[in-house]
């Protein structure tokens, strides 16, 4: 019988169902339940709360921490970051000795469950527009200082993001060889002009910022006029080198941390393979001034002679942006948290590790450019990008992100008062 996502306590033995499941209770057959409840209302019970309050048999009592030490990817115990919630029982530790864990027939069934269920609703989803399972309203959102807090401290368990948002000089010499960090089996060497590059402390150190925002790059944000609200924040974060000059009335300039993952070198800029592809980039990256950029050169093989090329060419032209490399613990330790929390994503997207580190140094964090379905609540077709036409599938089980459910986890949040998220246009002030 095919079952949706499901999470189990360690130790234990019993099941308990997940976000994933508890969004999906809908009418769209057996394998994703006949409860009919809409997401919204779980999402107004606190769908993070563990569903009984009583520890796997043989693990901490509620409430019960460790520290995470430096290379492993977060606590032993962790307590749900929401105040009321149980104590969530899921330990990494545990999971590390063979606790059970999510088959791979329970991913493949639960992804199956989410595809169908959004694509096959979505036209009924568009129809109903506000009351349908995304229920969402920026009108009358207020911060929820006291959650905001409580998720700082409890992602604080597995990871700290002023630490954590790049390695630097420090850490390794040239000609070091590091494993990959999802790619075990494969090497990488640090080449002189790498080592040149990273930081000599954290570009995040002591950083505190009182309004944030972080851009994702949906076609949703297209005719939002949300520029000028985006630029109005502290400190402005944009995934992907994604271009603003063109698009400024919607995205906003304002760029203080810039992601750029290395398949942006061959998709947005030719590959390098002719002189005018290497000065778009290089002009590009001029507008970044003294702007972090971002660059994650340790997750997988494939990508290191376009991290080569990029910082030859920073070099080079004597570029004032500062390079960041993120951590080689990050992506499991962010991972490890929103496991942790009953979320059972595959790999953490940008857009999702950009809110987790913002929350180490941001008191209010405002998300745009977050959409990933396509049609929006009015029927009308959204761009994967609002910068190309790229084509991509949403539901697709090859993709190492869950993005719908991302979205639906941000916008729980986003309802409990912990973020802000705009999937509109802005409201001008």
Known sequence: ??????????????????????????????????????????????????LGDEPARGGPSPGATEGSGRGGPGPAGSVAPFPGGAALSLQLRERARGAPTLTEQEERDGELCLSRSLVNSSDKVIRKAGSSIFQHSVEGWKINSSLVLEIRKNILRFLDAERDVSVVKSSFKPGDVIHYVLDRRRTLNISQDLHSLLP????????????????????????????????????????????????????????????????????????????????????????LNDSVLWIPAFMVKGGEKHVEWVNALILKNKLKVR??????????AVRGYWLTNKVPIKRPSTGLLMYTLATRFCDEIHLYGFWPFPKDLNGKAVKYHYYDDLKYR?????????MPLEFKTLNVLHNRGALKLTTGKCVKQ
């Open 323 to 332: 390079t960041a490399y993120p951590s080689l613990r990050l992506i499991h």
């Open 1 to 50: 019988m095919r079952n949706c996502l499901r999470s189990f306590t360690p130790g234990g033995g019993g099941l308990k169902r997940s976000l994933a499941q508890l969004s999906e209770e809908r009418d769209f057959g057996p394998a994703c339940g006949h409860r009919r409840r809409t997401w919204a209302s779980q999402a107004d019970k606190g769908v993070f709360r563990s």
């Open 394 to 402: 949403y539901f697709s089980n090859a993709s190492p992100h869950r």
């Open 200 to 287: 000599e402390v954290s570009p995040m150190k002591n950083r505190r910022f009182k309004s944030c925002a972080v851009v994702g790059n949906s076609g949703i944000l297209l005719d939002s006029e949300c520029g000028k609200e985006i630029d109005s924040h502290n400190f402005v974060i944009r995934c992907n080198l994604a271009p603003v000059v063109e698009f400024a009335a919607d995205v906003g300039t304002k760029s203080d941390f810039i992601t750029m993952n290395p398949s942006v070198v061959q998709r947005a800029f030719g590959g390098f393979r002719n002189e005018s592809d290497r000065e778009k980039f290089v002009h590009r990256l001029s507008m």
